[in-house]
């Protein structure tokens, strides 16, 4: 027999504490928030006997937490595959909490796990739709005494950088030919020059990231990946800005995975569902 359900904003009764029937909840309730973090971390779909074995529980219970969680659109099964990833509810639950959090803050782990990575200092940059431009929003500093101080909360072209570039390189290609077209008329690119941005973008987004030697502060090499947001839409990058002297080719695989990885991770957790950025190899 199906389970009632409450009309929504309708307390459910609950046992009296102590009672079996109490425990039996409370022991539910867990084992629910267990699954949904199993499979939230997850890189990839998990099958039942999966879960079922890294959670130490039995077959048959994890079937009946399952079957709890797709009632409610908070798992959804794959039914070629017989796999389960976090579903439409769990998405548009996370995104309510996740839009009251400010970005600068929610990216502060993902830019130390950055640093902790490979020692350069990794920034946050954010797009604003209205002027088309980039700021640098937040910084994780290295342990190397020679680096570079960006100035945050300075509006920049988009056009220039790594920063920018990562961004534009993922916008609909007419809204990046109007944005480059709009630098030309304020003088800001000449004619050649937006020619070699346009070019530029196409292999930005088959690399998954942006990379630039001197184009917004002589003698700094950049490497940035973008951030989307819940709806999939661009809204930002992060990446490092490594002196030149200190850069080598040996690190630039490292830097630039790292820089799509995290990029990837501060995407997730801002809601996005699906992995935009996959390099092609």
């Known amino acids: 027999m199906n389970a009632a359900r409450l009309p929504?904003?309708?307390?459910a009764k609950r046992a009296p504490p102590g009672t079996a029937t109490a425990e039996r909840e409370t022991g539910t309730v867990a084992r629910v928030l267990m699954v949904l973090r199993e499979i939230a971390a997850a890189p990839a779909p998990l099958a039942m006997?999966?879960?079922?074995?890294?959670?130490?529980?039995?077959?048959?219970?994890?079937?009946?937490?399952?079957?709890?969680?797709?009632?409610?659109?908070?798992?959804?099964?794959?039914?070629?595959?017989?796999?389960?990833?976090?579903?439409?509810?769990?998405?548009r639950m996370a995104s309510h909490v996740v839009g009251r959090m400010p970005i600068r803050a929610l990216a502060a782990p993902f830019l130390q796990a950055a640093v902790q990575a490979v020692d350069e200092s990794a920034y946050l940059?954010?797009?604003?739709?209205?002027?088309?431009?980039v700021q640098f929003a937040r910084a994780a500093e290295s342990?190397?005494?020679?680096?570079?101080?960006?100035?945050?909360?300075t509006p920049l072209r988009l056009t220039t950088g790594a920063s920018g570039l990562s961004i534009l390189a993922w916008l609909e290609v007419e809204r990046a030919q109007e944005i480059v077209a709009a630098e030309v008329e304020r003088g800001e690119l000449s004619k050649a020059e937006a020619q070699r941005v346009l070019a530029a973008l196409p292999p930005i987004r088959t690399r998954g990231y942006?990379?630039?030697?001197?184009?917004?502060?002589?003698?700094?090499?950049?490497?940035?990946?973008?951030?989307?947001d819940?709806?999939?839409?661009v809204c930002g990058s992060l990446g490092f800005t490594v002196p030149e002297l200190r850069y080598a080719k040996a690190a630039h695989e490292r830097l630039a995975d790292t820089a799509r990885q995290q990029?990837?991770?501060?995407?997730?957790?801002?809601?996005?569902?699906?992995?935009?950025?996959?390099?092609?190899?």
């Open 210 to 228: 942006a990379h630039t030697f001197g184009q917004r502060i002589p003698g700094a090499v950049g490497i940035f990946a973008p951030v989307f």
């Open 49 to 91: 006997k999966e879960l079922a074995d890294r959670l130490n529980l039995p077959l048959s219970t994890m079937h009946r937490l399952l079957e709890l969680l797709a009632r409610e659109d908070m798992v959804e099964r794959d039914a070629a595959t017989r796999t389960f990833r976090p579903g439409p509810a769990f998405f």
């Open 125 to 133: 940059c954010l797009l604003d739709a209205r002027a088309w431009r």
């Open 230 to 233: 819940a709806s999939g839409t």
């Open 8 to 11: 929504h904003g309708t307390p």
């Open 263 to 281: 990029a990837q991770a501060l995407s997730r957790a801002l809601g996005q569902a699906e992995e935009r950025t996959k390099a092609a190899r």
């Open 143 to 153: 342990t190397h005494l020679l680096d570079y101080r960006v100035p945050l909360d």
